[in-house]
């Protein structure tokens, strides 16, 4: 009787041990669909943008400066904030071209 119970038993714990795997991939799953892919798939988006700046864009930077492209270098870009008035960024620090971000609703 005791063996008997001994393999139901085991194969209790068998099942547990096969559900907790499933639960875990499932968990993974659910963070890489939700969370991991959509994320990089935002950052291939923004390098791809970052990559697009060409001399003339009008754009706004990370500290909401608005200006013009004059100059677009490896990793930074010159922009025209005023009449004559000239300032270099990172690239990194360009978020949006400037009509983009007017048609974005407020909040």
């Known amino acids: 009787m005791s063996t008997i119970l001994s393999i139901l038993l085991q194969e209790q714990a ?15 799953a659910i963070f890489y669909f939700f969370m991991i892919r959509p994320q990089s798939k935002r950052q291939k988006e923004i390098k ?15 500290g909401g ?18 009449d004559g008035m000239n300032i270099t960024v990172e690239k990194s620090s ?14």
């Open 14 to 28: 068998q099942g547990a041990g096969w559900g907790n795997i499933v639960f875990i991939v499932a968990l993974v």
């Open 48 to 62: 791809k943008f970052r990559d697009s700046l060409k001399q003339g864009d009008k754009v706004i930077t990370a």
């Open 65 to 82: 400066i608005h200006g013009k492209i004059k100059n677009v270098k490896e990793n930074t870009v010159v922009l025209e904030i005023a």
């Open 94 to 107: 360009i978020y949006a071209t400037a009509p983009e971000a007017s048609e974005q609703p407020q909040k």
